[in-house]
């Protein structure tokens, strides 16, 4: 009888991105957005203002509004801003946010097929664990990686090599799942293979550029995909 020394092969692992991937929570972010121009007397924004905006944090949303307001914004006006955004989002985190259309069926596919899950995001982990736990997903993720669990975000590969090895995943099997360039980017520099979700915050030209694939909806994201992007991740080595 011959014995393999070889070492199991890593489950396959499919990282996903939060805010404008798996869970749409621009509404949420446009009212907390809003509640703190009005304590400025500013007038509110609307939803479409906001969203290719928010999956970029707090920071890029209020100067975004500041600027369509022609209104200055000194540091210390942004950093009370940032703070009351903060406290207005986090009491007010999952009042209307959800999962997009198809992602909780991905979810289930990915899983179903032997597929570990993670989350790779912008968003602090303790907001990201916080959203997560209201709707009922943070039991599906094997690892729930914010901004600040790593040493460095995305798009750097720090980011995703520890939410991979958090996981208990390999990169030679892994995805990453994003709407805009940070999620692309982020994952050619793990070296790893990408999938933009087209429907995101801001899936520009240079984001769909660099995704290994540009899904059009969740229906999509299939395991044979993913196996797909493998073998042309490799085959391009």
Same mark, same amino acid.
């Given at each position: 009888?011959?014995?393999?020394?070889?070492?199991?092969? $890593?489950?396959?692992?499919?990282?996903? &991105?939060?805010?404008?991937?798996?869970? &749409?929570?621009?509404?949420? %972010?446009?009212?907390?957005?809003?509640?703190?121009? $009005?304590?400025? !007397?500013?007038?509110?924004?609307?939803?479409?203002?906001?969203?290719?905006?928010? #999956?970029?944090?707090?920071?890029?949303? %209020?100067?975004? /509004?500041? #600027?369509?307001?022609?209104?200055? %914004? $000194? &540091?210390?006006?942004?950093?009370?801003?940032?703070?009351?955004?903060?406290?207005?989002?986090?009491?007010?985190? /999952?009042?209307?946010?959800?999962?997009?259309?198809?992602?909780?069926?991905?979810?289930?596919?990915?899983?179903?097929?032997?597929?570990?899950?993670?989350?790779?995001?912008?968003?602090?982990?303790?907001?990201?664990?916080?959203?997560?736990?209201?709707?009922? %997903?943070?039991?599906?993720?094997?690892?729930?990686?914010?901004?600040?669990?790593?040493?460095?975000?995305?798009?750097?590969?720090?980011?995703? !090599?520890?939410?991979?090895?958090?996981?208990?995943?390999?990169?030679?099997?892994?995805?990453?799942?994003?709407?805009?360039?940070?999620?692309?980017?982020?994952?050619?520099? !793990?070296?790893?293979?990408?999938?933009?979700?087209?429907?995101?915050?801001?899936?520009?030209?240079? $984001?769909? !550029?660099?995704?290994?694939?540009?899904? #059009?909806?969740?229906?999509?994201?299939?395991?044979?995909?993913?196996?797909?992007?493998?073998?042309?991740?490799?085959?391009?080595?």
């Amino acid at each position: 009888m011959t014995v393999s020394n070889a070492a199991p092969e $890593a489950p396959p692992l499919a990282i996903f &991105d939060l805010d404008g991937t798996l869970v &749409d929570t621009a509404p949420d %972010l446009t009212g907390s957005l809003n509640h703190c121009l $009005a304590r400025k !007397a500013m007038a509110p924004v609307t939803l479409d203002m906001v969203r290719p905006h928010a #999956g970029h944090g707090s920071r890029a949303m %209020l100067k975004a /509004a500041y #600027g369509w307001a022609a209104r200055d %914004l $000194a &540091d210390d006006e942004l950093e009370d801003q940032v703070a009351c955004f903060l406290s207005f989002y986090e009491e007010n985190i /999952a009042r209307h946010s959800l999962p997009f259309p198809g992602a909780v069926d991905a979810l289930d596919r990915l899983r179903d097929a032997g597929f570990l899950l993670a989350i790779c995001t912008n968003k602090s982990e303790r907001l990201a664990r916080l959203l997560l736990d209201s709707l009922g %997903l943070s039991a599906r993720f094997a690892a729930i990686a914010g901004f600040d669990t790593f040493a460095a975000r995305k798009p750097d590969a720090i980011h995703v !090599a520890g939410t991979i090895e958090q996981a208990g995943g390999s990169p030679s099997r892994a995805v990453m799942i994003g709407d805009t360039r940070t999620d692309t980017s982020a994952a050619r520099n !793990a070296g790893i293979p990408s999938i933009l979700m087209a429907f995101g915050y801001d899936a520009n030209a240079q $984001a769909r !550029a660099e995704a290994s694939h540009v899904a #059009g909806d969740y229906d999509e994201v299939t395991p044979e995909l993913v196996h797909k992007l493998w073998r042309e991740h490799a085959l391009a080595g």
